[in-house]
């Protein structure tokens, strides 16, 4: 949301940088409440790079454990704790995949707009070596 400055009268818009991080730590600390979740992006114009006065946040929320429609996936999710407003897309990683596949408009604005903020960590049970009894 904008600030006032306290030097100035003119409302000032955050900077995409700064929002890029708080999305990024909003990501890490909600993930510890959805174990499902296991990427998050951005895309739009913070994807692109194009972010400026008036800009929502667009996000891509990929949770394994998604479960029903669109508008009750989105219930679970603190999303106002964000810096700003924001448009959110919850997907399987098997909807993500077949979104991509589609060919759609929306499948070629994710693919090229599409900035990942955060990524769950492997676990030892992600590792494609694994150690030998």
Do not use: K, N
């Amino acid at each position: 949301m904008p600030v006032r400055s306290l030097t100035q009268s003119l409302l000032r818009w955050p900077e995409p940088a700064a929002i890029l991080r708080q999305a990024a730590d909003w990501a890490a600390s909600v993930a510890l409440d959805h174990p499902g979740l296991e990427r998050v992006a951005v895309f739009g114009s913070y994807g692109r790079g194009q972010a400026g006065v008036g800009s929502d946040l667009d996000l891509l929320l990929i949770d394994r454990m998604a479960r029903g429609p669109q508008h009750q996936r989105l219930l679970g999710w603190p999303l106002a704790e964000l810096p700003l407003s924001c448009d959110a897309l919850v997907l399987t990683p098997q909807e993500h995949a077949d979104l991509l596949a589609s060919g759609s408009a929306m499948a070629a604005a994710l693919c090229s707009d599409s900035r990942w903020l955060w990524q769950r960590p492997p676990g030892p049970q992600d590792s494609a070596c694994q150690a030998a009894p």
